[in-house]
């Protein structure tokens, strides 16, 4: 996501609540507050950025350049007149809503059932998650209804057009580049993953069209023939049409994908043509849309028609409330979610705990990192499965002063 989209994409969340045909918050009466928010109140707001390390050099997308080695985050800490401290990536530095915020009891801008209960506070959406979490001593898995989590298969989000770069950067290779491949899936294989997403549409930017469409299929089946109990998932960020798209999906053959992800730029009659060919040939592969530029009615209204089967809207970019109202609307369309998390690990953990607690979502995306600034905490994959930390709020440490 383009970060300066970020507040449009914020603001588009809250007003998905007219797409959803529901009210954005009820009145503060409706929820009993936790006597224990009601008792702290914000003292402090400080921001930093934390930087992140990917375990290697992140090349290009079908749509995008190079990403590099890992990006800088910015956070937001808040602090309570009791000391209590939550953390978490932010929706912007606004300073009319950090003076909306300092002085405000925890109580009257959060309420656990539901989340940030003032879209003033959306800003603070994930910092505010954490520190009721603090306050109350349990994870936010716990706060949405789940004492023991829902386990959620995860997939690493890191297998780029690797064949085309060096350890160095953007450098074409000759001949063996796949070699470069099959070693970061294999090393993704080893963290524990049992799910690859494979980015496809060389053809888009990078190579000839046809050439690069070869490639895609190359790439797979050397992937599905290298990794024999591992799910595929294939990614074209918008790269193909409708035709390209069942043209790959042919020239693949019988090798199974779990679903197949933004195709093209989404439009109901391209993917009406593509549902069509999909039921008669391959009907186990999920359809997913929704990270680029989200258009929330028209994301709706191909869940209605059935013609996508998982909504990916970004889980900062729509924010950690909203997703957790437009979850149950989800389930009634028969629509499973795994919320766009790429990039920042911070975000594919924030998933474990919505997806923990509420269930729906079919995958979460991984993005291998380390951080000198943050203690991870108890974070794994076990068996294919992300497991959150069972600490309270997040789990993790901040540990860069703010």
Known sequence: MIRRQFIQQVLQGAASTAVLSTPWVAAAADWPAAADLQSHTIADISYTEVQLKWPRFVGKNGRRDNHGYGPKVGVCTLTTDQGAKGWGMHGGRNQEAIAYLKGK????????????????????????????????????????????????????????????????????????????????????????????????????????????????????????????????????????TADTAIAYLKGIGDIPLFWMEEPFAETVADYQKLRSWTKANKPKML?????????????????????????????????????????????????????????????????????????NTTTIEGVPATSEDIDFGKYKIEKGKFIPSPDPGFGMTLLKKS
């Not at 990916?312 to 609307?329: A, H, N, Q, S, V």
């Not at 766009?340 to 607690?357: D, V």
């Open 105 to 240: 009891r925890v109580s009257e801008v959060f309420q656990p059932a539901v989340g940030v209960t003032d879209p003033k506070a959306l800003s603070f959406d994930v910092p505010l998650h954490d520190l009721a979490g603090v306050i109350l001593n349990k994870p936010v898995y716990e706060l949405l209804g789940q004492k023991k989590p829902i386990l959620t298969k995860c997939y690493s989000g890191m297998i780029y057009f690797d064949e085309l770069e060096t350890n160095e950067g953007p450098v074409k290779t000759a001949t063996g580049g796949l070699d470069k491949l099959i070693e970061n899936c294999r090393h993704d294989y080893e963290l524990g993953y049992r799910q690859l997403k494979l980015k496809i549409g060389r053809g888009n930017m990078w190579m000839p069209k046809e050439e690069g469409l070869k490639r895609d299929i190359e790439v797979t089946k050397r992937v599905a023939k290298t990794f024999p109990d591992v799910e595929i998932l294939v990614d074209a960020n918008d790269g193909y």
């Open 287 to 359: 359809l997913a849309e929704g990270e680029a530029n989200p258009n929330q009615e028209l994301l709706r209204e191909l869940g209605e028609k059935k013609l996508i089967d998982v909504h990916l809207t970004d889980i900062i970019g729509y924010g950690f409330t909203p997703w957790r109202k437009l979850m149950p609307e989800l389930k009634k369309m028969g629509i499973l979610a795994s919320p766009h998390a790429f990039g920042e690990l911070l975000k594919s953990y924030y998933c474990t705990h919505l997806a923990g607690g509420l269930g």
